[in-house]
């Protein structure tokens, strides 16, 4: 008997309390640095010791933090459901936490990648030096999506947001194009939830259940109510 699909889109807040800083709180990522010095190619071309700085300083900060209950207890949820995660964020905490099937959309931290050539991606767990170079002497650069790039896993996120039945959307702002729509490429059927202590639903087209309140007490309180 096959397990009903549960896709969980996960944004910055979901590991808020894992001591990661958001990028939209008034103390966020966004309000101590500028996306345009830190996060999109013409940076890279313009700073890139700047822009190394940054993602070496959220490597550090990442690899120091842990799984919350929240990334903990979607494990849990694979005994009854078959479960997708597709996170915006960067860190690995749903992979340490356990979880299977993780989809990063806007990339990962402990990865590099050649300036060049896109499908050359490394390990990368340590902080990335300006000298770093590919196998044909190109520079290194995050395994980030910057702003203004395109979103190369979106085609495969879209594709399991259509097959779900339930649809779990934890921490994120959905103010990021084109992430933010992936909530309404669920079947007019699935059943959705929303868990956000500042809920911004009116993105989301469908009847959505609202849990206003932190990932680490508002995910066991879902999670435990779908595995009843
Ligand atoms: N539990 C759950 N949600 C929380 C918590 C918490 N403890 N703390 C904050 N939040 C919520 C906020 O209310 C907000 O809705 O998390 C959301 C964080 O929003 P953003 O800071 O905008 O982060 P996110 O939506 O993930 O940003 C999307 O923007 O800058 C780009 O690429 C970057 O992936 C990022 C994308």
């Not at 190369?152 to 702002?173: F, N, R």
């Not at 669920?186 to 868990?195: C, D, E, G, H, V």
């Not at 009847?207 to 508002?218: D, L, N, P, S, T």
């Amino acid at each position: 008997m096959t397990k009903p699909i549960c896709v969980v889109l996960t944004g910055a807040g979901i590991s808020a309390e894992s001591g990661i800083p958001t990028f939209r709180a008034e103390d966020g990522l966004w309000a101590g640095h500028k996306i345009e010095e830190v996060c999109t190619p013409e940076a890279l071309k313009k700073n890139r010791a700047k822009v190394l700085d940054f993602y070496n300083e959220r490597r550090r900060n990442a690899q120091a933090a842990q799984p919350n209950a929240a990334h903990l207890v979607l494990v849990e949820l694979e005994k009854a459901y078959d479960v997708h995660i597709i996170t915006q964020n960067v860190d690995d905490l749903h992979e340490r936490a356990g979880s299977k099937n993780v989809l990063h959309l806007h990339g990962e931290l402990n990865k590099a990648r050649s300036s060049f050539d896109p499908d050359y991606i490394v390990p990368c767990f340590d902080d990335q030096k300006l000298e770093d170079k590919d196998e044909n002497g190109y520079p290194m650069r995050p395994h980030i999506v910057f702003f203004g790039e395109n979103v190369p896993m979106l085609p495969k996120a879209e594709e399991l947001v259509k097959k779900a039945d339930i649809v779990i959307v934890i921490g994120t702002s959905l103010q990021v194009y084109p992430a933010n729509g992936l909530v309404n490429e669920a079947p007019s059927w699935a059943k959705i939830y929303l868990i956000d202590p500042h809920p911004n639903s009116g993105f989301i087209r469908q009847q959505v259940e609202i849990i206003a309140m932190k990932a680490g007490a508002g995910v066991p309180k879902v999670v435990n109510a779908l595995l009843k």
